[in-house]
């Protein structure tokens, strides 16, 4: 079956800086993929939906200077934490969207924020 | 407003039991997910249903789009099932909206 891979799988950093998350659909072109955020014994929380060659389109209340999308190819989105804090740390996921077969999630990111 | 519900919100069996979640929503929907996220765990898609029936090893996805419901069977289940079970439904008004509406999911503890 489609894979989607997420890089790194945890990552620790400290106040103020940021880290990028990768997103890359392995074996299928996604012009469509979407990051979502989830916190402790909560459902998923869809932040933004990225697509290929244009800008993300955000959710509402999601601030889109301190997570920025970047969809640079068919097979790759990154997401990047800007300045982060630890209100930030949470668990990240991606999914991928191909065409007529719906969404592949990826393995998620977890992100802690010192 | 589109809803997602699931049933029931936490479920403890004892290993071998037969166990049934319930996923109903509200609107016509053009596809329907059921996902599994185990603690501290990524999110492992199980099934894509748009309708009728799907079967993987132990699991069994239902569909029936009539009645706007979805079931996932467990057979035999095992401790390792014990993880949390969300279903995840794709609206047919949507357009070229692929976004997803998400249940609150289900807590499945399986005791040896």
């Known amino acids: 079956g489609a894979v989607v891979s997420q890089h790194p799988s945890w990552v620790i950093c400290k106040s103020g800086t940021s880290v990028k998350i990768e997103c890359r659909s392995l074996?299928?072109?996604?012009?469509?993929m979407f990051w979502y955020r989830q916190f402790p014994k909560q459902s998923l929380m869809l932040m933004a939906t990225s697509n290929e060659g244009s800008k993300a389109t955000y959710e509402q209340g999601v601030e889109k200077d301190k997570f920025l999308i970047n969809h640079a190819s068919l097979t790759l989105s990154t997401l990047t934490v800007t300045s982060a804090h630890p209100e930030d740390s949470s668990f990240y996921i991606c999914s991928a969207y191909r065409v007529t077969y719906e969404q592949y999630f990826g393995p998620g990111t977890r992100l802690t924020v010192t | 407003k589109n809803e997602v519900e699931q049933s029931p919100q936490n479920l403890t069996a004892q290993e071998g039991e037969f166990i049934t979640i319930n996923c109903s929503y509200s609107?016509?929907?053009?596809?329907l997910h059921w996902l599994q996220q185990h603690p501290g765990g990524g999110i492992v898609s199980l099934f894509m249903?748009?309708?009728g029936k799907k079967k993987h090893g132990r699991l069994i996805a239902t569909i029936n789009i009539q009645e706007k419901h979805s079931s996932l069977h467990i057979t035999a289940s095992h401790p390792r099932d014990s993880a949390v079970y969300i279903c995840a439904v794709r609206w047919r008004s949507g357009g070229s909206n692929y976004k997803l509406t998400f249940g609150k999911g289900t807590l499945l503890t399986v005791n040896p």
């Open positions: 609107v016509g929907i053009s596809a």
């Open positions: 249903l748009s309708s």
């Open positions: 074996d299928f072109q996604a012009t469509t």
